[in-house]
C-alpha cells in the first residue's frame, strides 16, 4: 500500500498534528452526483449564472426550482461512497481535522465525517426568501412548482449560497482557520475555479501546509500543489488511510 505513496508524503502525514480536506463536486461523483464541469456536469447544458444565482431564480423561478427539486431527488436517493468514508476514518487518525467541502449534498455527514464545513450550504434544507421560516425537503417537494411559504406566501429557495451571493460567514472564518491550521491540506475533487473557495489552498500553503491535490485531471490548484495524486478520490483515499496506518504500526 505505501508503495503508492511518496515517502515526504507519508513522512508529512506522520509527523502533521492537523489535516484538513477541502471537498468539490469529484468527491461525489462516484456517488452517483453528477458534477458542474466535468463530462455529463449540471453546467454542460447551462452556464453557472444562468441556475444558481438569486437574479436567475427571480428571473425564471421555475426553472431554478426545477432544476434544484430534480438534484434534491437524486441527492436523496444516493449513499457516500468509499472516499466519503476514507475521509471519516481519517478523521480518527489525526489530533485536528476538518473536512471543508463545497457540496451541498450531506455526504460527508452522512459518511460519519464530525467536523465539516459547508461554504456553500445544503440542499437538504431550504427557507422563505420573505420572513426566513425554513423548510424541510419533505414539505417543499410536497408542493407543485415553487413552494410558496404557509405563513407569508412568499417563495421558497434552497439554502444554497448563489453566485453573487456571500458565503456563511461563521463557515467561511472556520474554513480559513482549519486551512491556516493545517500540516497537510488535501485538496480534492474539485476544478478550483470558484471563488472565494478556492482561495483556501492558497491561504494554507501560505500558511506552511504541505499541499496534495487529489484529482482525476489537473487543474489550477496543480501548478501551486507539493504533490499531484491523480485518480479518482473514491480509489486514492481508502489506500491513502491504508497507508497512514500501515506507516504508524508496521506490520510484523
Ligand atoms: C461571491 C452552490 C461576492 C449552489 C455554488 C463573474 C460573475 C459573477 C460572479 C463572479 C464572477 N467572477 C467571479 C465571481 C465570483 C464567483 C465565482 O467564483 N465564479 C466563478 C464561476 C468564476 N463566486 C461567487 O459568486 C461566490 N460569492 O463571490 O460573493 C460577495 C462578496 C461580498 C458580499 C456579497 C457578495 C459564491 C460562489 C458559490 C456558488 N455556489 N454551489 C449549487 O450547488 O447549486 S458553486 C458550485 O461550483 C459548487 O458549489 C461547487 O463547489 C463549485 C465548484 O465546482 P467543483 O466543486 O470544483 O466541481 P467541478 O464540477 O467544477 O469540478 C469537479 C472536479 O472533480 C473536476 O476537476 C473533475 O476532474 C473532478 N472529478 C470528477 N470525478 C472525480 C473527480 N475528482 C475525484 N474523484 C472523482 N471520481
Ligand atoms: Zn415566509
Known amino acids: 500500500m505505501r508503495g503508492r505513496f511518496s515517502d515526504r508524503l507519508l513522512g508529512k502525514l506522520m509527523e502533521a498534528d492537523w489535516v484538513t480536506a477541502f471537498t468539490g463536486a469529484g468527491v461525489s461523483a462516484e456517488s452517483g452526483v453528477p458534477t458542474f464541469r466535468g463530462t455529463g456536469g449540471i453546467w454542460a447544458r447551462f452556464k453557472p449564472e444562468e441556475l444558481a444565482s438569486m437574479?436567475?431564480?427571480?428571473?425564471?423561478?421555475?426553472?431554478?426550482?426545477?432544476?434544484?427539486a430534480h438534484r434534491k431527488r437524486i441527492i436523496a436517493e444516493v449513499q457516500p461512497n468509499p472516499g466519503h468514508v476514507a475521509l471519516a476514518q481519517m478523521e480518527l487518525l489525526f489530533a485536528g481535522f476538518a473536512v471543508i467541502t463545497q457540496n451541498i449534498d450531506n455526504l460527508h455527514r452522512r459518511a460519519g465525517s464530525a467536523t465539516v464545513h459547508e461554504l456553500h450550504g445544503n440542499i437538504e434544507r431550504n427557507y422563505c426568501i420573505g420572513c426566513g421560516r425554513r423548510y424541510s425537503n419533505a414539505e417543499v417537494l410536497a408542493q407543485k412548482g415553487v413552494p410558496r411559504c404557509t405563513e407569508c406566501g412568499k417563495a421558497v429557495r434552497p439554502d444554497v449560497v448563489w453566485f453573487g451571493e456571500q458565503l456563511p460567514l461563521e463557515e467561511w472564518e472556520r474554513s480559513v482557520r482549519a486551512a491556516q491550521s493545517a500540516d497537510v491540506f488535501?485538496?480534492?475533487g474539485t476544478s478550483g475555479i470558484v471563488y472565494p473557495a478556492a482561495s483556501l489552498p492558497q491561504i494554507s500553503r501560505r500558511s506552511g501546509a504541505y499541499l496534495v491535490e487529489i484529482n482525476p485531471e489537473p487543474t489550477p490548484l496543480t501548478d501551486i500543489a507539493?504533490?499531484?495524486?491523480?485518480?479518482?478520490?473514491?480509489?486514492?483515499?481508502?489506500?491513502?488511510?491504508?497507508?497512514?496506518?500501515?506507516?504508524r504500526t508496521p506490520q510484523g
Open 55 to 68: 437574479d436567475a431564480f427571480m428571473r425564471n423561478p421555475d426553472l431554478v426550482w426545477e432544476w434544484y
Open 186 to 188: 488535501l485538496s480534492i
Open 226 to 247: 507539493d504533490e499531484f495524486l491523480q485518480g479518482t478520490s473514491a480509489t486514492i483515499l481508502p489506500l491513502l488511510v491504508k497507508a497512514i496506518e500501515e506507516t
